[in-house]
């Protein structure tokens, strides 16, 4: 019941945040969101905020279900923690992982649980190559990932991210972790057609396993569809060829779910989307829809046989957590029993797509992607030449962001491209409320960039 002001003041005091410098903090002072229900977030001042970026990607079924606050209150009565260590188990962790091994494709029918995408993927860093030394071939280590990814944020999951910025700080990557482009055909493709350019990205990745020897690349990681490197989708080329090499070069194929997965694409995972195999997937996120940490590594029969078989020396004090792992089997629950994911086919994504495409009309757009509910747009000061603005890169993409937070509208800028990733459940009514304030908030940027 503080003033919004006392409130800043004591934040910009005391609390750090991730990926902000204190300058900008300062610039406006943070908004204080207090409550949320749908798609609309209320801050401290009791404005209504659209967030079309469902959190960080994560808030699937959107805010404010009642349902999961009581599963959360429920099982802390009942058992509010004990372990998955050694051999001790608890119903919502077995519980989970026999629906996730339902609903994963294939033969992905164990999982291994942390708490967040970020310990998932230093999971799978240490399962593959544990994986590799079990089966006698200990220098099968390398794993290859792409530049510009975003894997999380501890020092593995970091290394296999390839973001420069990250990179610069703390001492990563660690050894032995490898990267190729992403196939960003908008911004890369030069005169290639997309097709061409898919292959020849996609053929990065046998010309880094002949360079590094096929005996030392242990795995492949990316996601379906990059999400936070700007919402890369890759031409329609590129998954079948990185399948291709991976099996030709017995590559185990890490698919990145932590945004995709539970629904984004249009499918329960990316990896259906783009019709891969892969042998382990990250899931996080959507999972819980955000309601509690939790996060996990669905993984292949084979490579889990293997595990098993030794003993990983690998584990969280909050691997499966009672409570987190409740709330995400109801998250499933209700994506399962309300169709959400029939409702993202049918109804939402098409739609979203089509006045997401749109926007090429407005003179600051060049390219608008989309898949499912995950969309971005190239800022350009000329489409026809795809260029880039004079501007330090992500200048106008932050003067749009700010545009939009000003009307009320979350959206999230990579360098010069906006990005959105709506709750799975908006509603038509709700989509035409984002464009005006997607249109409003262009059109000033726009302005602002001419004065
Ligand atoms: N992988 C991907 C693709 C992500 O987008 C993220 C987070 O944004 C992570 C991993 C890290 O997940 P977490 O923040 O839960 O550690």
Same mark, same amino acid.
């Given at each position: ?62 805010? !404010?279900?009642?349902?999961? =606050? ?16 050694? +051999?001790?188990?608890?119903?919502? =962790? ?70 420069? !910025? ?27 057609? *997309? ?16 360079? %590094? ?16 490197? !700007? ?8 998954? *079948? ?10 590559? %185990? ?31 996080? +996120? ?76 407005? *003179? %600051? ?15 350009? *000061? ?5 260029? +880039? ?16 937070? =000003? ?39 726009? =302005?602002?960039?001419?004065?």
């Amino acid at each position: 019941h503080m003033p919004t002001a006392e409130l800043q003041a004591i934040d910009a005091a005391h609390h750090m945040h991730p990926f902000s410098t204190n300058e900008d903090l300062a610039k406006e002072g943070v908004r204080v969101i207090t409550r949320a229900k749908g798609v609309y977030l209320t801050d401290s001042e009791g404005e209504e905020i659209l967030d079309a970026m469902a959190g960080l990607w994560c808030v699937n079924i959107g805010y !404010g279900r009642d349902e999961l =606050a009581e599963v959360a209150a429920r099982q802390m009565r009942e058992l509010p923690y004990y372990n998955t260590f050694f +051999k001790t188990t608890h119903v919502p =962790a077995l519980a989970l992982a026999n629906k996730l091994a339902e609903l994963a494709p294939g033969d992905l029918n164990h999982v291994f649980f942390a708490g967040g995408g970020s310990e998932a993927n230093d999971t799978n860093i240490r399962m593959v190559r544990t994986y590799w030394a079990e089966k006698g071939k200990p220098e099968k280590n390398v794993i290859i990932s792409r530049h510009n990814a975003y894997h999380g944020s501890t020092v593995g999951s970091a290394s296999l991210g390839g973001m420069a !910025g990250m990179h610069a700080q703390g001492g990563i990557p660690i050894p032995n972790i490898h990267h190729i482009n992403q196939p960003n055909w908008w911004a890369e493709g030069g005169d290639m057609t *997309p097709e061409e350019f898919g292959l020849a990205r996609a053929r990065e990745l046998e010309e880094a396993i002949l360079e %590094l020897g096929e005996d030392r690349v242990a795995a492949f990681i990316a996601e379906p569809v990059q999400g936070a490197g !700007g919402v890369i989708v890759a031409p329609d080329t590129y998954w *079948p060829e990185i399948q291709r090499i991976c099996d030709k070069y017995e590559i %185990l194929l890490i698919a990145d779910e932590v945004i995709c997965g539970f629904g984004r694409t249009g499918n329960w995972f990316g990896s259906q989307t783009v019709g891969i195999r892969p042998h382990i997937m990250t899931i996080a +996120k959507g999972l819980s829809s955000g309601y509690a940490p939790i996060g996990g590594s669905i993984v292949c029969d084979e490579v889990a046989g293997v595990i098993g078989n030794c003993e990983f020396n690998h584990g969280y004090t909050y691997s499966g957590h009672p409570v987190a792992a409740a709330v995400a089997l109801e998250n499933l629950r209700i994506l399962e029993e309300e169709k959400v994911i029939d409702h993202v086919r049918n109804v939402a994504a098409p739609y979203l797509k089509e006045k997401w495409e749109a926007l090429v009309d407005h *003179p %600051l757009v060049g390219e608008a992607r989309i898949v499912g509910m995950m969309g971005s747009i190239a800022l350009t *000061p000329e489409k026809e030449t795809r260029a +880039k603005f004079a501007s330090e890169p992500g200048t106008i993409g932050l003067i749009t962001r700010e545009r939009c937070f =000003a009307n009320n509208l979350v959206m999230r800028h990579v360098g010069d491209r906006m990005i959105i990733s709506p709750p799975l459940i908006i509603t038509r009514d709700e989509i035409d409320e984002m464009f005006v304030r997607i249109r409003k908030s262009l059109d000033e940027a726009h =302005a602002e960039i001419l004065r």
